[in-house]
């Protein structure tokens, strides 16, 4: 059982109903997730901060789902890996390239593959990239830009990884098929 509230807008700290509302507006609902950050102003106030970069940067939605969905599993955390999975297969990424990073693998697509790799990566060694962890990534096409753009994408995505595995929010239904425990 957990010990934390799902808020609703309602229930929310008056300084998280801000935050709430402009995810609420992103998503066309509240994520339990984002609920359950409500109980902390500053954590969900951080999320949103961070998420309009996010998803208004230089990488394509699709590759931001990579990304995302790869730091999910890599950290083991169920809910948003369920999300992330839903929302990678509604941005386009073939439903083979979602299972693959499912199960711990990389996607078939090369610049995909890269962003996958250098997440995981970052995250398996805390960010202490080496000289060819770096140039993997370089050479798949981008640029040193997105490599630390990838740094922030990690920052906003370990904060929803640690709010699910802290909380356990209750997967929402539409997320049910693409539950997800770690092996």
């Known amino acids: 059982m957990s010990n934390f509230p799902v808020h609703t807008m309602e229930s929310a700290p008056e300084a998280s109903k801000p935050a709430l509302e402009a995810l609420q507006s992103a998503f066309g609902f509240l994520p339990n997730i984002a609920g359950a950050m409500s109980t902390s102003p500053v954590l969900i106030n951080s999320l949103v901060g961070l998420f309009g970069h996010v998803h208004g940067g230089n990488f394509s939605e699709p590759q931001v789902q990579v990304v995302l969905l790869t730091n999910a599993v890599t950290n083991a955390s169920t809910w948003p890996v369920a999300l992330h999975s839903f929302l990678a297969l509604e941005n386009g990424i073939a439903a083979a390239d979602v299972q693959a990073i499912r199960d711990g693998d990389l996607p078939k697509d090369a610049k995909l593959a890269a962003l996958s790799?250098?997440?995981?990566?970052?995250?398996?060694?805390?960010?202490?990239?080496?000289?060819?962890?770096?140039?993997?990534?370089?050479?798949?096409?981008?640029g040193p830009d997105h490599l630390l753009e990838v740094i922030g994408i990690v920052a906003a995505s370990t904060i929803t990884n640690y709010t699910g595995s802290v909380t356990q929010p209750p997967l929402e239904d539409g997320f049910k098929p693409h539950a997800w425990a770690a092996c």
């Open 117 to 142: 790799r250098l997440a995981k990566t970052l995250i398996e060694k805390r960010g202490r990239l080496n000289a060819h962890d770096k140039e993997q990534f370089l050479q798949a096409g981008f």
